[in-house]
């Protein structure tokens, strides 16, 4: 049986290649004012937005357990998989790499835990990839390294109408935050090396669009892309920016997927994101 592909639920894979991949995906949970749920499962993007318009919120997140990582192991390996490859969020932005890493520690060398040093798609590419590997045969080892090559040729770039929700949750520290809501600005983020840091700020939402538009096209170079673009509560943005992406590319434009974030990104960057991620494929 081919070596088994996990992922977690930040990486907002649309249903339909989850499926087509055979991925399995392990969830993180939300806390919205007190109440606990697993993201995609009892809680989705609407139940975030909605709870952080309200004045008095508290919402948090946190990794899945490494029970549960151990428990997804074990049960994928006892069903025949050769081996596991578990690709996750930046360890920079959460913990859940630590747990993978935990519960793979007791399982010696019959799973290997990537760390994608991004988040969305930035995740879910490396996830498909190591997912076509293992159907076409390859081994664990071969698996982990084509997780690894397409973490590094992916790029994510974001726009969020405030950096408060970032501060809120520790991702960027208070100078960063006042730089962002000194008048009125609006921040273009990336994760250079799995970690948020702001790029440069624009006057308005529109213009933060146009930016995104610019810098992906820059990631991409001459390489063939595939493209992911994410949003929270902003379909217009996200159609306006796939539009946009699609003129400028042309024909190098191979793959392009459209979805909204979930709720432990909306929790952390808040209502109004527009994120685009970059696969840049390797030279046939």
């Known amino acids: 049986m081919p070596v088994a592909v996990v ?4 990486a907002y894979l649309p249903s339909e290649l989850v499926q087509a991949h055979r991925l399995t995906v392990v969830p993180l949970t939300v806390v919205l004012n007190g109440a606990e749920g697993l993201e995609g499962v009892e809680i989705h993007p609407a139940d975030a937005t909605r709870a952080l318009s309200g004045r008095r919120v508290t919402v948090s997140t946190s990794r ?17 998989a050769d081996g596991v490859v578990s690709v996750h969020l930046s360890a920079e932005l959460s913990g859940t790499v630590e747990a ?30 190591a997912a076509t590997a293992a159907a076409a045969g390859a081994d664990l080892p071969g ?8 973490v590094a040729r992916t790029t994510v770039w974001f726009y969020v109408d ?30 250079p090396d799995g970690a948020i840091v ?21 990631a991409a170079g001459d390489a063939e892309v595939d493209l992911a673009v994410h949003h929270l509560a902003a379909p217009q943005r996200a ?10 590319l042309g024909d190098r434009l191979r793959d392009a997927y459209v979805s909204e974030a979930g709720a ?20 046939a």
């Open 100 to 129: 993978a890493q935990l519960a793979a520690a007791d399982l010696g060398d019959r799973v290997a835990v990537v760390d994608s040093r991004s988040a969305g798609m930035g995740l879910g590419f490396p996830a498909i990839a």
């Open 239 to 248: 159609e306006a920016l796939l539009a946009a992406l699609t003129d400028r």
């Open 64 to 80: 899945p357990a490494p029970e549960q990582f151990s428990l997804t192991y074990r049960r994928l390996l006892d069903a025949g």
């Open 143 to 150: 698996v982990r390294d084509a997780a690894l090559d397409t």
């Open 264 to 283: 432990v990104v909306a929790a952390h960057a808040g209502p109004g994101l527009a994120c685009v991620v970059v696969h840049r494929r390797a030279a």
């Open 7 to 10: 992922t977690d639920s930040t």
């Open 162 to 191: 405030t950096l408060e929700f970032l501060r809120r949750g520790g991702r960027i520290n208070a100078a960063s935050a006042l730089l962002g809501t000194a008048l009125s600005v609006k921040p273009i983020m990336h994760m």
């Open 198 to 218: 702001l790029r440069e700020k624009v006057r308005t939402a529109s213009r933060g669009v146009a930016r995104l538009v610019d810098l992906a096209v820059e």
